[in-house]
């Protein structure tokens, strides 16, 4: 029998959505068991240290958060089998990333984590059980996983349920808190009825139940593509407009705060800036575009492939501009870059910006000196040769650009624990992250030991632009003319 009442959770996979969403569902409902699992036992352990701020996420707030509920009713472990055994409902909260070969190859999602994690809870499960969907995945996962665990599962029911996260990176804990809206998706029969309502009295610890919207399973998943697709859209919107600014002399900043006072629009997500980054928007897109294509609507394929072809323009016409600028050269120059995480209060550096910036300034042998305040040099020399191994792979060193090897990566890029020390005799500094604390360094200190002319690309639009230009810096913004 389907469980309506639930006192053990267990979810697969410790990171970004995992990691933080049951830990906030551990503190907030201290009567059910919270298990974690994850096969990475670095991670695993990292999770479990005693020293808080080592936790291998960063999310402001979340050291809180754990510290009140690990050990508690919340844990962490590699033992998988042992708490999917144990619990009632399981999240699924594993990586899917966009495939790199096979038929979809770039755009749709790779779902081989998420079929190896449900063929594991049909070869455990003793008992019927609720799954959730807590991965961003394409429309009509749920049905491949009902296949999967009706096929295995040894005569075991399962219910599977979409509950699509909608959280900000940098603000996840808050918004777990004070959620817009959970989202629930289930079977209409009786089962998916009594699995939907199970999830929903979790999160009615503390969501309020107006707030909990329950739909058909197909919905669900769709809904959690389309809100990143509108959102990623935004963005490019008001960055292809920040070209124009440029070339006219408007100011992007200006026209963005006209137009958002605009009811119908509103000023979210009107911030331009060197493109957005992450692990949800571009690869939702990409996922968008692959269902259109495959139900045969290549003109709805094409307008959302645009929005990310935007995206990658940004980044390239940000690179351009910091070349053109440096006298059409950057070959033995100093590239100071301030930030690398995708946005502000994460240390997730997945699609951001900061890498394929320096990957382009790469191919001209600038040397580029790092400095992001949660971001260790271990992780940016991961995301470069990652990028260099994917394009080795997918025999596209003959297109636009080359591959750089790893030793040569080792050599022209130093990461920094100090961001004077990173823009020390500089010829360029490139604000890539809005990091807080960028806007309160010392900035006549740093003018004074840079090379002249002295140039500051800010990629965020961040820094006092008046201020910095008095000192005398060459600054260059986004969407400025």
Request: proline share 3%.
């Amino acid at each position: 029998m389907i469980p309506s009442k639930i006192t053990k959770i267990a979810c697969i996979g410790a990171g970004y959505v995992g990691g933080p969403t049951m830990s906030v569902i551990a503190q907030q409902c201290p009567h059910i068991q919270v298990t974690v699992v994850d096969l990475n036992e670095k991670r695993i352990a990292a999770w479990n240290d005693p020293d808080l701020s080592k936790l291998p996420v960063y999310e402001p707030g979340l050291d809180q958060v754990v510290g009140e509920a690990r050990g508690r009713n919340l844990f962490f472990t590699t033992e998988v089998d042992k708490a999917i055994d144990e619990a009632q409902m399981i999240f699924m909260a594993v990586n899917t990333p966009t495939k790199t070969f096979g038929v979809g190859k770039g755009m749709a999602a790779d779902l081989k984590y998420v079929e190896l994690c449900a063929r594991q809870i049909a070869r455990v499960s003793k008992e019927d059980k609720i799954i959730v969907e807590k991965s961003t995945l394409p429309v009509r996962t749920a049905e491949s996983i009902k296949t999967i665990l009706e096929s295995e599962g040894n005569g075991i029911t399962f219910k599977v349920l979409s509950n699509p996260e909608f959280l900000a990176e940098g603000t996840a804990i808050e918004d777990l808190y004070k959620s817009d809206r959970v989202l629930i998706g289930g079977d209409e029969d009786e089962g998916g009825q009594t699995a939907i309502n199970a999830l929903v009295d979790v999160y009615a610890n503390w969501i309020p139940r107006e707030k909990i919207i329950t739909t058909r399973l197909w919905s669900s998943e769709l809904s959690k593509l389309t809100a990143n697709a509108f959102l990623a859209q935004r963005i490019s919107s008001i960055n292809s407009i920040s070209a124009l600014c440029e070339q006219t002399g408007a100011d992007v900043d200006e026209v963005a705060r006209a137009i958002g006072m605009d009811t119908r629009i509103g000023p979210k997500f009107l911030k331009s800036s060197v493109g957005f980054g992450g692990s949800c928007f571009q690869k939702d897109i990409l996922n968008l575009v692959y269902l259109c294509h495959h139900f045969n609507l290549p003109e709805v394929a094409n307008y959302w492939e645009q929005v990310v072809i935007l995206n990658d323009y940004q980044k390239h016409r940000f690179a351009k501009r910091i070349i053109d600028n440096l006298f059409n050269t950057v070959s033995g120059k100093k590239i100071a870059f301030l930030g690398w995480a995708f946005k502000k209060d994460t240390n997730d550096t997945r699609e951001s910006a900061a890498i394929y910036v320096a990957d382009e300034l790469l191919q001209d042998r600038a040397e580029i000196h790092v400095f992001d305040p949660q971001v260790s040099a271990e992780q940016v020399y991961s995301d470069l040769e990652y990028l260099q191994a994917h394009r080795r792979s997918n025999s596209c060193s003959s297109a636009q650009f080359e591959t750089i090897s790893t030793a040569e990566i080792r050599s022209l890029v130093k990461v920094h624990t100090d961001p004077y020390t990173a823009m020390a005799d500089a010829h360029a500094i490139a604000v890539l992250t809005e990091w807080d604390e960028f806007k309160a360094y010392d900035w006549q200190a740093i003018y004074n030991q840079m090379l002249k002319p002295a140039f500051l690309f800010d990629g965020r639009n961040i820094l006092n632009t008046e201020a910095l230009k008095a000192i005398g810096f060459e600054l260059k913004s986004i969407g400025k003319g």
